[in-house]
């Protein structure tokens, strides 16, 4: 599985920014998809997941809730992020990941996803 983000860039704050992950995979529907992200010197911190549906449950964290929604296209292989509102604060690199396994209480997990992508850099001004 091969994951490739993109759509990244410099934004003011409360502004907005789609980003996209392309996925080279047959199976795509079968893969649980996550967003993550991670500031410098920080961890790699939870963002939002979708399960394996077009229209399959979605999860966010505390802090993206009601500003941010994730969504997948099976028929294009895509994942989506779409961010609104931004904050300083949502200043990181963005990955996305991909795995079958993920069970539903480890779906806020990085190490539950085995494939990741190579990250792409949302920066937000003040």
Known sequence: VQLQAYGGGLVQAGGSLRLSCAASVRTFSTYVMGWFRQ????EREFVATINRNQYGST???DSVKGRFTISRDNAKNALYLQMNSLKPEDTAVYYCAADRGVIQSERANPGAYG?????TQVTVSS
């Open 115 to 119: 494939y990741w992508g190579q990250g």
């Open 39 to 42: 500031a410098p010197g920080k």
């Open 59 to 61: 999860a966010y964290s």
